[in-house]
C-alpha cells in the first residue's frame, strides 16, 4: 500500500531562512502526490500536486517540491520564511481513490 | 467559483446522539470524499461517492454512513455518538477521484460529543 514519511513533527524556521519539509513516499508505481497547508480552524488548501508531468513542481505562495524518484522522496522548499507561513503541512499520496497523509509537519516562524 | 461548503462549521452533542453533517462540493465535481482528522490518529479517509455511488469505503465502523445527491451534495452521518468520534470532519471535493486535478477541501465541521 502507498504510503508517506514526514519527519519531525514541528519545525522551527527563522523569518527570511529556508524552509525545507521532507516527505517520503512507498509507491510500486509512479505515484500523484499533494503537499497540502493548514491554518488554525481551517481545511486544507492545496500547495502543489505532482502528477507526473514534471519533476520540480511550483506552487503558490513560493512553495515548491521536486519529485525524486531514486530517493522515493517529494520534499517541500521555500527560499525564505515568511510570517504567515505558520502553519501545518501535510504530504499526501493519492492511493485507491482516497488520499493517505502523512502525520504533518507543524512550522513555527521565529522572528 | 465557489468552494467547498460543509455545514455546520461547528456542532456539539451529547454521547449516544446521531449527527448529520453536510457538504456541497464545488460545481461540477462529481467525486465527494470524507475525512476525520484528529490529533492522535491524523487524517484518516472516511469514505468517497461518485455519482451518488459509494465508491471506497476506509476502516471505520457502520456507525459511520453517507450518502450523495443528486446534485452531488453529500451527506454523512454518525450515529451512537461516542467520545472518540470527536473530530474535524473534513469534505473534498474533485473531478474525477483527484486524478488531475488534485482535491478540494472545504474547512470542515468541528464535532465535540459531550
Known amino acids: 500500500a502507498q504510503s508517506v514519511t514526514q519527519l519531525g513533527s514541528h519545525v522551527s524556521v527563522s523569518e527570511g531562512a529556508l524552509v525545507l519539509l521532507r516527505c517520503n513516499y512507498s509507491s510500486s508505481v509512479p505515484p500523484y502526490l499533494f503537499w497540502y497547508v493548514q491554518y488554525p480552524n481551517q481545511g486544507l488548501q492545496l500547495l502543489l500536486k505532482?502528477?507526473?508531468?514534471?519533476?520540480l513542481v511550483k506552487g503558490i505562495n513560493g512553495f515548491e517540491a521536486e519529485f525524486k524518484k531514486s530517493e522515493t522522496s517529494f520534499h517541500l522548499t521555500k527560499p525564505s520564511a515568511h510570517m504567515s507561513d505558520a502553519a501545518e503541512y501535510f504530504c499526501a499520496v493519492k492511493r485507491e481513490d482516497r488520499l493517505a497523509f502523512g502525520k504533518g509537519n507543524q512550522v513555527v516562524v521565529i522572528p | 467559483k465557489a468552494g467547498v461548503t460543509q455545514t455546520p462549521r461547528y456542532l456539539i452533542k451529547t454521547r449516544g446522539q446521531q449527527v448529520t453533517l453536510s457538504c456541497s462540493p464545488i460545481s461540477g465535481h462529481r467525486s465527494v470524499s470524507w475525512y476525520q482528522q484528529t490529533p492522535g490518529q491524523g487524517l484518516q479517509f472516511l469514505f468517497e461517492y461518485f455519482s451518488e455511488t459509494q465508491r471506497n469505503k476506509g476502516n471505520f465502523p457502520g456507525r459511520f454512513s453517507g450518502r450523495q445527491f443528486s446534485n452531488s451534495r453529500s451527506e454523512m452521518n454518525v450515529s451512537t455518538l461516542e467520545l472518540g468520534d470527536s473530530a474535524l470532519y473534513l469534505c473534498?471535493?474533485?473531478?474525477?477521484?483527484?486524478?488531475?486535478?488534485?482535491?478540494?477541501f472545504g474547512s470542515g465541521t468541528r464535532l465535540t460529543v459531550v
Open positions: 505532482y502528477t507526473s508531468a514534471a519533476t
Open positions: 473534498a471535493s474533485s473531478l474525477d477521484g483527484g486524478r488531475e486535478d488534485g482535491y478540494t
